[in-house]
């Protein structure tokens, strides 16, 4: 399904947000894995590049925004909404925020290990480098679009 055929769906359902912008995107690495976790509940934050904002020109997360969810196929799985955004160096990143993120095993050890791969080969493409105190935007959010009693 296209970002816009679920939005329009959600939009259907809850008027009061017609009014409303969203983003869509897929997530950076494993975007398939990922968005299965969002849809299922299991992940409700998720961590991005401080640096990459602006060598991408791009705004940060703000609470309150809304979010399309993609696959790797640029499917639309879920809508989600932006509950808390904070930025902390990276090796400030807590165990609360890395089970949050619901990958592997959840523990901080392995948050580490996957994201400074990723975050080693963003910054590299981006022509800087990535090192433990690079700043990190924790994102936090909500599931809101197929809600969790619609079988899912």
Known sequence: MEASKLWNNFIEQYPQYQNQTYESWSYGAA?????????N???????S??????IEN????EVGEFNVILDGQDNAIC???TTKVYVVPFKEVTESH???EGEGDRSLAYWRRV???????????????????????CEEFERIFPEMNDGN
């Open 58 to 61: 791009e705004p940060l997360p």
């Open 41 to 47: 509940g299991t992940k409700t934050a998720t961590a």
């Open 79 to 81: 809508i989600t909404r």
């Open 115 to 137: 994201h400074i791969e990723f975050f080693e080969k963003a910054y590299q493409e981006g022509g800087i480098s990535f090192q433990p105190d690079s700043k990190v935007v």
């Open 31 to 39: 975007p398939d894995e990922l968005a299965t976790l969002t849809l």
């Open 49 to 54: 590049g401080y640096e990459l904002y602006g």
């Open 98 to 100: 890395a089970f949050k």
